[in-house]
């Protein structure tokens, strides 16, 4: 079966659960009180999809401000972005929009952008309209869902349907990234045991 | 005299390595003498130092007092624009410090600039975000948040809150305006406020421009370890934003809310204040090792040496907050400063139990005007064994986790992965091993390693008040042996609960706790015994043979 590597971030305002979403996804384990990521964490899963097998490699950056500036390290060269907002927090979904601006602008041509909604098992203090977040969502053609880290909604979803918009074609596109250094290097086959 | 060796020029080896020459270390004695010279005492490194020497305690306090604070700015100009990176970290941190008063002579000016943005209320709404941290803010009205024994204030020169222990920065914005104005009232008589001694309280400042430090603390320490405590919040500062980049924003715009940039970093700063209250390395200056058969130890350092690259300049493998292994880049050394601040970082973030780091961070004692990227990583889920790769490529992130698949394999190979999950198993060692029954507990420093040794803190120590206790009296021997008008050679306290004795040399301290019963000629004949039963165990509880790449 062939392996295709695809080279994912998260991005996103401090505390709206990239990590929780990532933690959900390669572990299926999820921490109430999870600190804060420092700089970036890298983690990677191979699924099936269809009859290739895709080794997702995770970029779970840090939302904070002073993190703000090594985001482009991470997005460059990025086959998919995975933009996450928290449902309960209008500010967060400004941030969001930002981020898209700046992906457009500085990120890859082709980068498959995901807009994850997160914590929608808090619907009773929701600050963001479902229909508002999928209406811009379409309107730049970003796939869309909300999420729930915590009681594991639409996790896998999100991930089968990045693998599911990924153009097909054989080249690898996260290899393909203007000179961009953070990739793996041929050599490595396997990731060690944590 | 002991004393008079601290304050010499020539005492500072200029290479920044203590080791003793060749044939040296063949003389080590049995037991050490207090004309024991440095580099031959029990845990001194046999092939080299892995820090660069420091003098700990008057390293970080000098330049208050130091010679390069009262070196005149034409020297200052004159010192060469470009150095070798030996020199350049030996000479580290009178450079910092060179600096930090060149900040200091333009005081005026600036703050007759600062002034003006001063107790302006913030606009930004609180970025503590309670969920993040972890913890709700406290009302700073009640008398639950008078009553912590130390507080601690980090304010910009406009008197902006920066940081503070206890409480939301907002509700504190006046506070800290008192405390600037305080502060910039005395510097317009071009004289400078150390600390406020009132009603059992110490206020104590620290200015290091553009922040200033405040303590409000009740506890017994001294006026010069709080400031060094605070010293230790300021890197703590430098090593998230860089000196550089901090002077850059404040240059820029001197009312900047500098809580924007330190976001999300509040707990590190919490951590680093509840470690120092507990842990004796930060007043040691020195740092702990796990205690492991020299033979276990030499195969991890080899296994973390031979799993080298390029851009690698440390490989740190620790445990808690103690050092199992270190290997550096040959001619670079760490300061143990550098290495505390990578430890609190550490503790203090459950973030990097699962998968693998990669963050900037900044080494201030090393170079305080860049950024290195560290590699975190645990090495295995239930362990508590964690692994720090420090690289000066911010782009080499895959070839840097192939050194920590490389050290993994290595590990595998030489079969010593049991012995080390053995060794994990009890950190810490008793007392009683040492054989003296009236010893409850010691910290005995080697000064050219810059390693201590210490027992588990064991009964009547029990309780954490009971723990901070011991570690005030530490503390207090530590402030008498080391005070910069009156030092102390050695010093015999007989307290009500326990005696103590400490003994300072050029190459060693040594603190002891004993039971309150014995007498001071037991106690003199035990410090022999224990002297003896350290350098029996040397290779166990020190790393002598420290490896570069």
Redesign the interface.
């Known amino acids: 079966m062939a392996l295709r590597e695809l080279k994912v971030c998260l991005l996103g305002d401090?505390?709206v659960g990239k990590?929780s979403i990532?933690?959900r996804f390669?572990?299926d384990s999820f921490?109430p009180?999870?600190?804060?990521?420092?700089?970036?964490?890298?983690?990677t899963k191979t699924v099936q999809y269809q009859n290739e097998l895709h080794k997702f490699l995770i970029w779970?950056t840090?939302g904070?401000?002073?993190?703000r500036a090594?985001a482009p390290?991470y997005y460059r060269g990025s086959a998919a972005a995975i933009i996450v907002y928290d449902i309960t927090k209008e500010e967060t979904f400004s941030t969001l929009k930002n981020w898209v601006k700046e992906l457009r602008q500085h990120g890859p041509p082709n980068i498959v952008v995901a807009i994850a909604g997160n914590k929608c098992d808090l619907n009773d203090v929701r600050e963001v309209m479902e229909k508002d977040a999928k209406d811009y969502a379409d309107s730049i053609h970003a796939i869309f869902v909300e999420t729930s880290a915590k009681n594991a909604i639409n996790i896998n979803e999100l991930f089968i349907e990045i693998s599911r918009r990924i153009p097909s074609t054989d080249t690898n596109p996260a290899s393909s990234g203007k000179g961009?250094?953070?990739?793996?290097?041929p050599?490595?086959t396997k990731r060690?045991?944590? | 005299m002991a004393a008079d060796v601290h304050k010499k020029k020539s005492w500072e080896v200029p290479n920044g390595s203590l080791a003793p020459g060749d044939g040296q270390h063949t003389e080590r004695s049995e037991s050490p003498t207090p004309g024991l010279a440095q580099g031959t005492e029990p845990g001194a490194g046999q092939e080299g130092a892995m820090f660069v020497h420091t003098r700990s305690y008057e390293d970080l306090t000098s330049p208050e007092d130091g010679a390069a604070a009262a070196r005149s700015p034409e020297e200052r100009r004159g010192e060469p624009a470009e150095q070798s990176s030996m020199e350049q970290i030996s000479k580290d941190f009178s450079e910092l410090s060179t600096q930090l008063t060149g900040m200091a002579l333009d005081l005026d000016e600036e703050m007759r600039a600062g002034k003006e943005g001063k107790l302006e209320p913030s606009p930004q709404t609180a970025r503590r975000?309670s969920?993040?941290s972890?913890k709700e803010e406290e009302d700073v009205t009640m008398d639950a948040w008078r009553s912590h024994r130390k507080h601690v204030f980090v304010l910009s020169e406009a008197g902006k809150p920066v940081y503070s222990r206890y409480g939301s920065e907002e509700a504190l914005s006046s506070t800290m305006g008192v405390m600037m104005a305080l502060v910039s009232f005395l510097e317009a008589e071009k004289n400078a406020i150390r600390s406020i001694h009132a009603d059992g309280y110490k206020v104590v400042f620290v200015r290091r421009s553009p922040l200033v430090l405040v303590a409000v603390a009740r506890t017994r320490q001294s006026e010069q370890e709080i400031a060094h405590e605070l010293l230790y919040i300021y890197y703590q500062i430098l090593s998230?934003?860089t000196w550089t980049q901090l002077n850059h924003i404040f240059q820029q715009k001197q009312n900047y809310d500098l809580r924007?940039?330190?976001?999300?970093?509040e707990?590190i700063t919490d951590n680093l204040l509840d470690l120092m209250a507990h842990d004796p390395s930060f007043l040691m200056g020195a740092v702990r090792c796990l205690p492991l058969a020299a033979s276990v130890r030499d195969a991890v350092s080899s296994s973390l040496q031979q799993a080298k690259a390029k851009s690698l300049v440390f490989s740190i493998l620790l445990s808690g907050n103690q050092l199992v292994s270190l290997v550096r880049k040959k001619d670079q050394f760490l300061h143990p400063i550098d290495l505390h601040l990578l430890f609190n970082?550490i503790s203090?973030?459950?973030?990097?139990r699962?998968?693998?780091?990669?963050?900037?961070i900044c080494l201030p004692k090393f170079n305080s005007s860049g950024f290195f990227h560290?590699h975190i990583?645990?090495?295995?889920?239930e362990m508590d064994l964690c692994l720090l790769l420090v690289s000066t490529d911010?782009?080499?992130?895959?070839?840097v986790?192939?050194c920590?698949?490389r050290f993994?394999e290595r590990l595998r190979r030489r079969g010593v992965q049991h012995a080390l999950h053995e060794a994990l198993r009890t950190p810490f060692y008793s007392v009683a091993q040492v054989g003296i029954p009236d010893l409850r507990h010691f910290i005995y420093k080697s000064k050219s390693s810059g390693l201590f040794t210490s027992p588990e803190i064991e009964a009547p120590y029990v309780q954490e008040e009971e723990k901070e206790r011991l570690l005030g009296l530490y503390q207090y021997l530590h402030s008498r042996a080391h005070n910069s008008s009156r030092p102390l050679k050695n010093i015999y306290f007989t307290g009500p609960r326990e005696n103590l004795l400490a003994w300072v040399t050029n190459a060693f301290e040594l603190y002891v706790c004993y039971s309150p019963l014995g007498t001071k000629a037991g106690a003199i004949n035990a410090v022999n015994k224990l002297m003896k039963w350290i350098r029996k165990e040397e290779d166990r509880l020190f790393i002598l043979t420290p490896q570069t790449y």
Do not use: H
């Not at chain 2, 924007?260 to 970093?265: I, P, T």
């Open positions: 401090t505390g990590s990532v933690w390669v572990e921490d009180n999870i600190n804060p990521t420092i700089g970036a964490s890298f983690m779970d840090a904070q401000e002073r993190f090594l390290m961009f250094k953070l990739r793996r290097q050599s490595v060690s045991c944590c | 975000d969920v993040l972890g998230l934003l924007r940039l330190l976001a999300g970093s707990r970082l203090s973030s459950s973030s990097f699962e998968g693998e780091a990669w963050t900037p560290a990583s645990y090495l295995e889920q911010r782009e080499d992130f895959f070839t986790s192939d920590k698949r993994q």
